[in-house]
């Protein structure tokens, strides 16, 4: 059964980057594909890219394109997703989510724990 | 970008009671359609996937319907584990969207 642990807690400024890791085990991390989706503070959920790692072929929302990278490491099970130029309004909990038969179809059924990135002044 | 509006945004109903929660696709997603459930704190967990397979685990109260535009999922009997907001999600067109949410209040 696919485990996803995310990094920990980030406080950033204004302007700056974060890179929020996803480590999976237990599943066939090469096989699978990797979504990012995040929630703001009281919000719902925003679906912001993926990557199949056995491809390397990332895709993101057009929302953040020129300011997002997902990334994965084959060698460590670990995907990652970039943001840049931070905003106020990225503050939210950052999720990376998984089908664990690894069949984009049987959707999202594995998720890490969550990560919450800040972005205050 | 294809647009999800659930309705309604919120129910308020009691333990035993019957939930019907509506999803409708602003442009057709054939059976591409999830739903999740998330309680306060938590990472959403999936209860639906394919318009109306249960994912594994879930109770056979859950049950998903629908293809196209025009999605429910509904909830036979209330249970007290089951008051919590409920996010459908359609993955047929890019980018993937999520609906605003429902949640389900205990009256």
């Known amino acids: 059964q696919v485990h996803l642990v995310q990094s920990g807690a980030e406080v950033k400024k204004p302007g700056s980057s974060v890179k929020v890791s996803c480590k999976a085990s237990?599943?066939?991390?090469?096989?699978?594909?990797i979504t990012w989706v995040r929630q703001a503070p009281g919000q719902g959920l925003e679906w912001m890219g993926r990557i199949i790692p056995i491809l390397d072929e990332a895709s993101s929302a057009q929302k953040f394109q020129g300011r997002v990278m997902i990334t994965a490491d084959k060698s460590t099970n670990t995907a990652y997703m970039e943001l840049s130029s931070l905003r106020f309004e990225d503050t939210a909990v950052y999720y990376c989510a998984s089908p664990s038969d690894g069949v984009f179809y049987h959707g999202l059924d594995v998720w890490g724990q969550g990560t919450t990135v800040t972005v205050s002044s | 970008e294809i647009v999800l509006t659930q309705s309604p945004g919120t129910l308020s109903l009691s333990p035993g009671e019957r939930a019907t929660l509506s999803c409708r696709a602003s442009?057709?997603?054939?059976?591409?359609l999830a739903w999740y459930q998330q309680k306060p704190g938590q990472a959403p967990r999936l209860l639906i996937y394919?318009?109306?397979s249960r994912a594994t685990g879930i109770p056979d109260r859950f049950s998903g319907s629908g293809s196209g535009t025009d999605f429910t999922l509904t909830i036979s009997r209330l249970e007290p584990e089951d008051f919590a907001v409920y996010f459908c999600q359609q993955y047929g067109g890019s980018p993937v969207t999520f609906g605003q949410g429902t949640k389900v209040e205990m009256k």
């Open positions: 394919g318009a109306s």
């Open positions: 237990g599943g066939t991390f090469n096989s699978t594909t």
């Open positions: 442009q057709g997603v054939s059976t591409y």
